[in-house]
């Protein structure tokens, strides 16, 4: 079985070979963070948040999101922020994160998420803001009794 499969070193040596850049998963989320906290546009910051989202299903990519600092860098300025579309993926992003992932789960009951996403629940004209708002804040406290 060793000698069909290489380690990830082996087939980065061999792609540069061949100029193809191979990136880990953690690689691209660490260059969206730097996306997000560098532009000023909306737009940007919205499709960098959509391409988080995709990433972090993955149950050692939502982990690797927290290790990177997403929660500082990306969630608690997107729910905090005036602008809707940011909250509304913000939630999205926290719930698909969250579920089933008792690290992830953790880490954003500790970092004051829950307490936010109820805010926009309770207080947000906006039923899109506030139905991704209650499915993040679902997934944070599906089967947590911690929570």
Do not use: C
Request: hydrophobic share 40%; glycine share 4%.
């Amino acid at each position: 079985v060793q000698a069909k499969f290489r380690s990830m070193d082996e087939l980065k040596e061999h792609m540069k070979d061949l100029e193809v850049k191979v990136e880990t998963d953690v690689e691209v989320m660490r260059k969206l963070v730097d996306t997000f906290n560098n532009t000023e546009d909306i737009e940007e910051k919205v499709d960098t948040l959509e391409t988080l989202e995709y990433y972090v299903h993955q149950f050692d990519n939502a982990i690797d999101f927290l290790n990177i600092q997403g929660v500082e860098k990306i969630l608690v300025p997107s729910l905090n922020s005036t602008r809707e579309e940011l909250q509304e993926k913000a939630g999205f992003l926290i719930g698909s994160a969250a579920q089933s992932n008792p690290k992830v789960q953790i880490r954003f009951l500790e970092s004051g998420l829950v307490t936010s996403l109820l805010r926009l629940i309770s207080g947000h004209n906006s039923p899109s803001v506030a139905g991704k708002a209650l499915y993040g804040l679902s997934a944070v406290l599906r089967n947590f009794p911690e929570a």
